[in-house]
């Protein structure tokens, strides 16, 4: 993800900016925190289960931002020791997972208002995007068809940094086709992007081939200087050649010799 000059990684980003992108249709979610003492070290959407509706963050919830002392008096395990000051404890964590309970509704739905608040701001931009393809590039992102043309077109807002820059290209077109790809020279004045896509059969091979033709030809008139003419291959290398009637493999896409 680019935003400004700086490139963003995808884990990086708020369990909220997440959720959104990657399921737009689920409004309400069931919200555990874990704790933001490890909000440092790890990434801030722990789990999620989209069909039980359920996350888990690594942020703090309500009762870890309140004094401690509202709950429990510091100096009672001072007063305790062996099997006491064990048998304490105990109570202690039971007793905090009851009050975490108790404030889960309310983490839940603080949580579920930002997400709102980021769907809103993200239909905003998209709409934005939208606006400025279609008053500057006479492009229609709403009604183009193709979905890898879809992905790839709001980077014309950035077309002056990304034409010719290869390397930025292939980096691009391995988040679009959200599979490996490399690119090389044929010759002096010809590239091939090579698509590295595994376990591809022979109808979504074809439904895929389809597609990539219009993408690539959208790819050449904006974003690759005039000279330079350009190919495309989808190779499987990583797949081994093993016959199967129920998966059969694709000769000359699948193949390595």
């Known amino acids: 993800m680019i935003v400004v ?3 963003v990684d995808m884990e990086d980003l ?9 399921y737009p249709d689920v409004d309400e979610w069931t ?5 933001f003492f490890r909000r440092n070290y790890v990434n801030d959407l722990q789990r999620c289960d989209p069909g039980a509706r359920q996350i888990l963050t690594s942020r703090n919830g309500i ?3 309140l ?13 305790k020791s062996g099997r006491e000051f064990t048998a304490r404890v105990n109570e202690i964590m039971e007793e905090e997972q009851t009050i975490k309970s108790y404030f889960m509704p309310f983490d ?20 934005s995007v939208c606006n400025m393809l279609k008053k500057f590039f006479d492009f229609d992102l709403e009604n183009e068809p193709n979905v890898y043309i879809r992905r790839f077109a709001p980077m014309l807002l950035h077309v002056t940094k990304i034409r010719g820059d290869i390397r930025l290209i292939s980096d691009l077109l391995s988040h679009v086709f959200r ?8 010759s002096p004045v010809d590239i091939r992007f090579v698509i590295n896509k595994r376990g591809l059969l022979q109808k979504t091979h074809q439904e895929f081939m389809a597609l990539l033709g219009p993408f ?42």
């Not at 599979?179 to 090389?184: A, D, G, N």
């Not at 904006?222 to 129920?246: H, N």
């Open 63 to 65: 009762y870890r931002v």
């Open 5 to 7: 000059d700086k490139y």
């Open 108 to 127: 839940t739905a603080i949580f579920n208002l930002s997400l709102q608040i980021e769907k809103t701001a993200s239909e905003a931009v998209r709409q």
């Open 14 to 22: 708020r369990a909220e900016t997440l959720l959104a992108q990657y």
């Open 67 to 79: 004094p401690e002392k509202l709950f429990f008096d510091e100096q009672e395990l001072r007063q």
């Open 31 to 35: 919200v555990h925190h874990d704790s």
């Open 216 to 257: 690539f030809e959208f790819l050449q008139e904006w974003f690759l200087p005039v000279p330079i003419s350009m190919t495309f291959a989808i190779k499987d290398f990583q797949q081994a050649f093993i016959l199967s009637d129920t998966a059969p493999l694709v000769l000359d896409y699948n193949t390595q010799l």
């Open 179 to 186: 599979c490996p790809v490399t690119w090389e020279h044929t």
